[in-house]
């Protein structure tokens, strides 16, 4: 076994090594405390401030406002309960904006059997005309018809000697001061003298075609077919009249539109036809020359050249009456003894057909002594005025509510309001012809 060499090292004392010790201590101390050249001592951060009394007034300032916006909240809450039970109530119990006008006066102007037709009025609804039937044939039918004339200026009334044919077409007035009948035109201009001038054929530049119709032969001009109650558009554009022409018997009519400047009769439309009398027959355009009526409520659309509305089975008489816009038609209808419904009056929308009903009457409510129906529209085109037995009613068109006019112990018919809304014509049959004055 080698003996290890031992070397001899000097072993420090106990106070040596105690000096070093703290020595060592010491430099640790100061170099812990010495900064560093890369990172500069962070300095103490200032406190904040708290003031009481700022959180105090913030806390309350929240507190109102959630209060304010709770109660705006409740308040909107409110108001929306009684918008909704408002427009339910106006849903259920719509307001009624339709008012009778209220009768200033109700007093006779003509005396006898006069008869009123819906041209009756001048335009400015100062004057009006009316028209009876006089004298006897051998056959026993009327000789002629003459015509009368009150002026609600001067509260005087002028008798005309004009004798038309009973079956002649309605007369109608030129302008405020001039009415055509068939034969004659009367002039108003000067109240002390009424003049009589010969009426002038209708222009029918454009209609040539005419002869070919109404002569079997145009050249002669002999063996007449007839052109009966010829009646020009407003426009100018169409023609309307019925004649045998094509007709396959002496005694059928048929109806025709004739275009203006037509080339040849190909272009002749044929509308309907009918046999008998011809003294029922007639024509009215409305103002805007798209609709027709004719011979017991038909209606041709001159546009689509098509019948719009016809006579529906059991219909014995009828006729239409045109509002002033050319929307809307009034339809009167008499039915035979053996159809459950007597009588009627609707409104027609001229455009989708949409019917309004404004009056039924059946079988067992209809009276012998009943007068036929009739009425028209209020200047504005919003109301109808018709006749029902010994009443008077009016008609809202675009709801088809009525109420009472008038109502008495005679039977009354053939109402017409003024132009201006302010006056109504209507005959007591075989007695009178009254005039309303109306306070709206």
């Known amino acids: 076994m080698q003996n290890a060499k031992i ?22 101390a100061a170099a812990s405390l010495k900064p560093t050249t890369s ?22 300032v929240l507190i109102a406002l959630a209060i304010a916006c709770y109660f705006v909240w409740q308040k909107n809450k409110e108001l929306n309960l009684m918008a909704e039970e408002k427009l339910n109530e106006t849903v259920q119990k719509p307001i009624d904006t339709f008012v009778l006008p209220k009768i200033a006066s109700d007093q006779v102007i003509f005396s006898g059997d006069y008869k009123l037709t819906n041209n009756a009025w001048s335009s400015d609804s100062q004057k009006a005309f009316v028209y009876q039937f006089s004298g006897q044939t051998e056959e026993g039918d009327p000789e002629y018809k003459s015509y009368s004339i009150f002026n609600f200026t001067t509260n005087t009334t002028t008798a005309i000697e004009i004798k038309d044919n009973p079956v002649s077409p309605d007369a109608y007035w030129i302008d405020n001061n001039n009415f055509a009948t068939e034969k004659r035109i009367v002039d108003l201009s000067n109240p002390e003298q009424v003049a009589l001038k010969v009426a002038a054929p209708a222009t029918l530049k454009g209609f040539e075609l005419l002869d070919k119709i109404k002569y079997l032969d145009p050249e002669t001009k002999k063996e007449i077919n007839d052109v009966n109650h010829l009646s020009i558009s407003p426009d100018g554009k169409n023609a309307a009249f019925f004649s045998r022409y094509n007709s396959p018997d002496a005694v059928t009519f048929r109806f025709y539109i004739l275009p203006l400047n037509a080339k040849s009769l190909d272009e002749l439309v044929s509308i309907g036809n009918f046999t008998g009398s011809n003294d029922t027959t007639y024509f009215v355009w409305t103002k805007d020359s798209r609709y027709l009526t004719f011979y017991n409520a038909n209606i041709f659309d001159a546009v689509n050249k098509k019948i719009i509305l016809a006579p529906s089975e059991g ?28 009588r009627e009056i609707y409104l027609m929308n001229l455009a989708d057909g949409k019917k309004t009903d404004i009056l039924s009457i059946d079988k067992y409510a209809f009276s012998d002594n009943s007068q036929a129906l009739d009425g028209n529209f209020s200047p504005n085109s919003k109301y109808i005025i018709y006749n029902n037995d010994n009443e008077l009613w009016l008609a809202e068109v675009m709801t088809g509510k009525k109420k009472r006019l008038v109502t008495g112990e005679n039977f009354y018919t053939s109402p017409r309001l003024s132009p201006d809304g302010t006056k109504i014509l209507y005959v007591v049959p ?6 309303i004055k109306l306070g709206w």
Request: avoid cysteine; proline fraction near 9%.
């Open 39 to 60: 990172e500069a001592a962070p300095l103490p951060r200032p406190r904040k401030k708290i003031y009481p009394k700022t959180g105090i007034l913030l806390v309350i």
């Open 7 to 28: 070397k001899n090292t000097k072993i420090p004392s106990v106070k040596t090594l105690a000096k070093s010790r703290a020595k060592t201590k010491t430099s640790a």
């Open 430 to 435: 075989h007695k009178e012809v009254r005039l």
């Open 315 to 342: 219909l014995v008489d009828g006729h239409v009456i045109f509002s002033p816009d050319s929307t809307t038609a009034l339809i009167f209808r008499d039915y035979a003894e053996n159809n459950p419904l007597a």
